[in-house]
């Protein structure tokens, strides 16, 4: 019974990117992907890029061969996402997020006993591959905002999984926050080299603030100057 329910599951998710998501991303939008190559094509690995719009996960998401995409796996507020019922079905069985509780992430800067990364660390040790945004919400479009540690708590619980730097430009145009209607905006996105493993939090972070700012220019996007 298990493995028919996990295979329904699957099948949905796919069929959704199959016929909603790509032609959205394809058609309606447009992408200019560079390095699509240095993706990681198994797990453990962890996506990091800037957080724009909601559109983000399902365009990081359809790099993906459609094969892979039930192992692609997003980690977003559970606050956010499991506030409705409808959007909750979406998130969790469409697009498969992994929810993450920013409440139990404060007590655990307090002290406290909680644990909300116990959840990813399992995918990752599952071998799936999950999709982060270090900047923890959606910021201003084409603003980069100040990164947040939780990327780094979890990079350091399971060291064997790259985490892989994508810029994404355009998207915040193309659906901004509080607008539901995505518009024509062609946009890009840059894949960088898998971070080298780092000693410490604080060193993870460092490379990873400086791939976003090296993937900028490479882009040459005069709003990121």
């Known amino acids: 019974m298990g493995s028919t329910r996990n ?13 909603l998501v790509w032609p959205l991303v394809l058609i309606v939008i447009g992408l200019n992907v560079r390095n699509r190559k240095r993706l990681p094509d198994h797990g453990p690995a962890i996506v990091a890029a800037n957080h724009n719009s909601h559109l983000d996960t399902l365009v990081l998401m359809s790099l ?8 692609v796996r997003p980690v977003a507020a559970a606050d956010y996402f499991l506030k409705s019922k409808l ?3 979406v998130s969790e069985r469409l697009i498969g997020i992994i929810p993450f509780d920013r409440d139990a992430a404060r007590t655990i800067r307090n002290g406290e006993n909680a644990d909300p990364f116990a959840e990813p660390v399992a995918a990752l ?7 982060l945004f270090p900047e923890g919400t959606r ?10 540690s939780g990327i780094a708590r979890l990079a350091m619980r399971v060291p064997e999984a790259p985490v892989v730097p994508v810029f994404l430009h355009g ?8 607008s539901w209607l995505p518009v024509p905006f ?3 996105v840059l894949i960088g080299e898998p971070l080298p493993p780092a000693a410490s939090r604080t060193e993870l972070m460092t490379r990873l603030r400086t791939a976003f700012s090296s993937l900028a220019s490479e882009g040459r996007f005069p709003e990121w100057d």
Do not use: N
Request: include cysteine; charge should be positive; hydrophobic fraction near 55%.
């Open 125 to 131: 040790q599952r071998g799936e591959i999950l999709v």
């Open 171 to 178: 998207l915040g145009k193309a659906l901004p926050k509080g």
């Open 139 to 148: 910021g201003k479009p084409e603003e980069l905002a100040a990164f947040k």
């Open 7 to 19: 295979w329904l599951a699957g099948a949905l998710k796919i069929a959704f990117f199959a016929l």
């Open 64 to 71: 993906f061969p459609l094969g892979a995409v039930t192992k």
């Open 87 to 89: 959007l909750a079905f």
């Open 186 to 188: 062609f946009c890009d």
